[in-house]
């Protein structure tokens, strides 16, 4: 058996991807993804099962650039400055391309809500750290049963879920979260 070429996969990633931006995720097939990686179809075969394995496949490729790029957007000095930059953040990503690319996984819906969750527990320990080094956020409000990482857990909860309505904005959650643990 011929040994996987880290190299090629990220290239079909990337050419998924590509073809996800500009045609649409309908665009995205086993044949085209050959033809456009100049590689036979079986080749394509040896590092996703189908197209819906593409689509997860791309989709976490997404989210963990994501993650990486919030560390540059989130820059304002308050707490709940930073949850607006990071709510318009997401916002954005989900109307571009993420929204589409997470309600196409069809088959593959169950790994894609798995793997989610672990870029969620990586948001919700940087909610906690932010919450932790912002000097407007109270330290006494923390205790055995009001501990921060339940808090980013609330946060990241009712964001995600506002974010999956459709909502502009998280501006009531925020006055919620300023009358809870803002100084």
């Known amino acids: 058996m011929r040994r996987k070429d ?91 391309s993420a929204g589409k690319l997470m309600n196409s996984l069809g088959t593959v819906e169950t790994a894609g809500l798995k793997r989610m969750t672990s870029m969620e527990s990586v948001l919700e320990e940087a909610l906690a750290q932010k919450m932790a080094q912002s000097p407007d956020v109270r330290e006494d409000v923390w205790n055995e049963a009001f501990t921060r990482e339940q808090f980013a857990h609330l946060i990241l909860t009712n964001m995600m879920s506002l974010l999956k309505s459709g909502a502009a904005d998280m501006d009531f959650f925020i006055m919620v979260i300023e009358r809870t643990i803002i100084k």
């Open 6 to 96: 880290d190299t090629l996969r990220s290239t079909l990633l990337e050419l998924a991807r590509h073809m996800v931006d500009a045609e649409g995720i309908g665009a995205v097939n086993i044949r085209s993804l050959a033809r456009r990686a100049g590689v036979a179809t079986g080749t394509v075969y040896n590092y996703f099962s189908s197209k819906d394995e593409i689509l997860l496949a791309v989709t976490e490729d997404y989210w963990r650039q994501t993650l990486s790029e919030m560390k540059d957007v989130v820059t304002a000095q308050d707490f709940c400055g930073q949850l607006r930059e990071l709510f318009r953040f997401l916002r954005q990503r989900i109307d571009e």
